[in-house]
């Protein structure tokens, strides 16, 4: 969804690619209208056609609404890659909207919709019609740094994702900002004292409601202003802002107040509201309950077994991650570590149970499978392999599993066979959905939540997957069926009464009843076989929470009659007309079938061409690929000795909207050595290997040149020396290469290189200069190759990864018959033949005691044989940081407590660990300041190390090691721009370094040390 300036370019025109951006089977094409470009691939055809005609409408409302008009028109790009809905949009470099065809389900807040293209067009058009309104001086900035000028780019989240939350409200039938689910989640926060700062609004904060801050509060605030204002104010602010000043949010000259008393009238006005509600609630009576999970962390679905002796639920916990818990009713435990099932379906032995999770498949697709979970080994395994399958039932007698297939928008009731296949039980081609079905205790009848024709209802389904008959049939959303154990009572969860609560239908009575009456949220219900308790999600400001309840139909409040529907009659779901054509065309699944026999090691099958629909034409990417529309100016300070400039830069770049192909170019320059630089790269990202060829230009600070002595002008007695000047050497370094990216599943690939680099002095060197003391000089052509290797976790309060491996291991052959030379010391070249190996080992490991405590481990090691570089291959001492903004030389490498370059050589060796824990938790803005603190996390660190040229000096005879502690500080800044930095001491207990006590081991760096 919206995003901010920085992170933009670095997340658009990053050079470094993992795997192609799109199935490269996938054969696009695009058609256009009056003002969209849509481009989809095979099997989207009918989507994009009714994208096409949705996008035209909402431009129709949100274009004279905003009044802003954008100057080209806007690519959408259609694509079924994921189980999971969402889409994005960007005005950098041109106006773009990806969108995941996936509909969402119904537990999601995005559930209420009566036509999901509808819905996320709307949404995403006004992020571009918004943050594309650029005027006054910014539209002159505009004028000359193109389409990287836009106030709105560096606005508060909440107004970006607010505005267009409040924009899918308002004009679509549905919207968050009507979803009693989500009024849940503000009434937890008003009920129970924790509503969020304004200046935690933008969704930073590790703890719920995290990100749907910006979009669910953020909605609700500007709904807010808007009926307190005057509904056309917040175009009026979106004008103001896009002329203004960036950070300096005009409130007051548009709304009469700033926004932080527009932020306390808002809160007063949800404070009433809820409380009187709440009020209305207990005066009804509240319904009992017993908490079961722990506070603080947010649990899913729970699920009792058959046979009674075991309640099943996930949770996950910020401080240490997601684990499966089993309880009696009366107490619980952690049963499974680092897992989460949800939707969980039980054998009927009670040793085992089925659930969903989603999952990186074959690197271009993140999708559901089906798992099973045995209780006795505590392990699972898979039951699918990428059949997009989700929410499985497990017949009562254990020899069925029906689960849910999504595809093109389309849902299907499927059953899973023994050789992992899904059969077909239904044909809908509508876009209706299903969620959750469940099976009755006699395995005839399948419940299930079914989405058509904007509403969400309970239907009751025949085991072989034909429609039987409609239990609900209203506005409400009714999800989560659970049946009793004698199949009279099926148990729902609905917001028909504004608040989530769990009902349950009398099936031979046909009589609806409410179950429970919440002040907050009760729901996703689970009996226990005895019908005597009732297991359900209770929702709190720290999320969701399980509960237990007593079970006494005697309690239910009676709500009538259900509506009547057909009954056993065919096609229940049948339209007048044709059937329409299923939209997993035959094209869809030539190119699926291609993926899954490289996925197995086969040769792809050939896909024929895409059959257009009509007006479509064959994708091309040279629309949106050039020609460059912006260029970002840069600056940064620099010292060398004692000698401060400026590091002046220039920056431009283009991709196409498919991400195929992107490019960029720089230029460079730097006051204190008076140079002009600059490179481009430009890179193939459509295929495996990903490709990229680059080129460039800078020079790097080395310390100051030596020369021989001159005899005395005045004559007399001279011996001949070596004298060191005051002039720096500044090394000059021209760099192009080509390079390559093989990607073997989400964890691990190989990279490999060709690069060719000239190292020069910038300037003439004196007449009278010792070559002996020089930087390496030359030509150096490099063929290089890679494997990496990482994984890990990390948490919603983490201060470092935790569980976490990274291995790598390069080589780097640098041969004369390639071109290679260097200069000797007589100022000769010569012929440079030269390898050199290098690995790295890094582990995090969480401490035993106190949560989010780690141990951080690097070590690495390498050795170069045969031509050697004049100060080594490796250079040992300083602190540098891993932070992607500072440039330094490939061969200096951190080790803190010394000076840089302290131990230099053709082998070294060197370890870092560090102790790392967390200070505090500040998780905190100010308002609309452009800031928030995150944390502050402290460390003790050691690092040790060795750099020799000759074989027969000891690795560890005359090693380095130096100790200190660190300061490190987590904010965002500017709306969204991640910063992280340390301040540390570091001095020398072993070799020539660093002084205790000296101010020299003092150090301030941006980044994170490893």
Known sequence: ??????????????????????????????????????????????????????????????????????????????????????????????????????????????????????????????????????????????????????????????????????????????????????????????????????????????????????????????????????????????????????????????????????????????????????????????????????????????????????????????????????????????????????????????????????????????????????????????????????????????????????????????????????????????????????????????????????????????????????????????????????????????????????????????????????????????????????????????????????????????????PWSPRGEPGVFEREGEEPEPRATAQARAERAARKARKDGEPPAEVEAIEPVPGAKPYSPLPTLFPPRFWLPGALLTTTGDDWGFYLAAYTGGVDVLRQYSYSAYATYRTDAQFLGGGGSFTVNRWRPVLSASGGTYVTPYGTMYDYSSPPAEGGAWIPSIEQTSIRYWDHRTRGGLSGYYPLDEKSGFSFSYRGELREPKDELPASVYYGALPTRGFFSTLAAGWSRGSGESYALSISPEKARVLGAGVEFTPWWLGSWSYDESNEPQPFDQLQVTGEWREYRPAPWLANHVFAVKASGGFSVGSKFRYGSFRLGGSFSENGITVIPQEWRSLRGFYTGTRNGETFWLASGEYRFPVVYVERGVGTIPFFMRNVSGALVVDAGNAWDDADEAALGNSLVGVGAELRASAIAFYGVPLYGRMGYAFSVLGDGIAIGSLDGLYFEAGTSF
């Not at 271009?364 to 392999?385: C, E, G, H, N």
């Not at 409400?476 to 504004?498: E, I, K, M, N």
């Open 1 to 562: 969804m919206g995003g901010v300036l920085g992170l933009l370019v670095a997340a658009v025109f990053s050079s470094v690619a993992m795997a192609a951006s799109w199935d490269p089977d996938l054969r696009w094409q695009t058609i256009s209208t009056e003002h969209f470009r849509i481009t989809f691939h095979g099997g989207e055809e009918k989507i994009a056609v009714e994208m096409a005609a949705a996008a035209e409408e909402a431009w129709n409302v949100l274009v004279p609404e905003i009044g802003n008009e954008p100057r080209t028109p806007i690519d959408i790009v259609l694509v079924d890659w994921t189980d999971s809905a969402n889409g994005m949009a960007q005005i950098l470099p041109k106006n773009i909207i990806t969108i995941y065809v996936t509909q969402p389900t119904g537990e999601s807040t995005l559930g209420l919709y009566e036509n999901w293209n509808e819905a996320i067009v709307t949404h995403e058009l006004a992020h571009v019609v918004h943050i594309d309104t650029v005027e006054g001086l910014p539209r002159a900035a505009r004028w000359l740094f193109g389409s990287l000028i836009s106030t709105h780019q560096v606005a508060p989240l909440w107004t970006v994702e607010g505005f267009a939350t409040f924009e899918e409200t308002r004009h679509t039938v549905g919207g968050r900002g009507r979803t009693p689910g989500v009024d849940m989640i503000k009434r937890a926060s008003v009920l129970e004292d924790r509503f969020p700062p304004l200046g935690n609004m933008d969704g930073f904060v590790a703890l719920p409601p995290g990100g749907n801050l910006r979009y669910l509060f953020g909605q609700d605030f500007m709904q807010y202003v808007a009926e307190s204002r005057g509904m056309d104010k917040w175009s009026e602010w979106i004008h103001r802002y896009g002329a203004s000043v960036p950070f300096f949010l005009p409130a007051r000259r548009t709304f009469g107040d700033n926004f932080v008393k527009l932020y306390r009238e808002w809160k007063a006005h949800l404070t009433e509201r809820y409380e009187a509600q709440a009020a209305a609630v207990r005066a009804e009576g509240e319904t009992p309950f017993e908490w079961l999970s722990d506070e603080g962390i947010s649990c899913g679905t729970p699920a009792w077994a058959p046979t009674g002796d075991r309640l099943i639920y996930s949770c996950s916990d910020p401080r240490r991650g997601s684990a499966i818990w089993t309880s009696d009713g009366t107490t619980a435990k952690i049963l499974a570590k680092g897992k989460y099932a949800d939707d969980v379906t039980w054998r009927n032995d009670g040793k085992a149970f089925v659930y969903a999770s989603m999952h990186v498949d074959d690197l271009y697709t993140v999708v559901d499978d089906v798992f099973m979970f045995d209780i006795d080994k505590k392990a699972s395994r898979p039951l699918t392999d990428g059949k997009r399958a989700r929410d499985p039932a497990l017949s009562p007698d254990g020899t069925r599993i029906v689960a849910v297939t999504n595809e093109l928008q389309d849902n299907q009731l499927a059953e899973l066979t023994v050789d992992q296949r899904l059969l077909p039980m239904t044909t809908i081609a509508d876009g209706t959905q299903f969620s959750t079905p469940r099976f009755s205790p006699d395995g005839k009848t399948l419940a299930v939540s079914v989405h058509t024709a904007g509403k969400r209802d309970l239907w009751l389904y025949g085991a072989d997957g034909s429609p039987i008959r409609r239990l609900t049939d209203d506005m409400a959303l009714d999800v989560q069926p659970a049946w009793s154990a004698d199949g009279r009572w099926l148990y729902f969860t609905s917001d028909r009464s504004g608040v989530l609560n769990v009902y349950a239908i009398d099936l031979p009575e046909e009589r609806l009843y409410r179950v429970t009456n919440a002040v907050i949220g009760a729901y996703a219900p689970s009996p226990h076989p005895s019908g005597q308790s009732l297991a359900f999600l209770s929702y709190t400001s720290m999320g969701a929470r399980v509960a237990t309840m007593a079970l006494d139909p005697a309690k239910f409040k009676d709500l009538g009659a259900l």
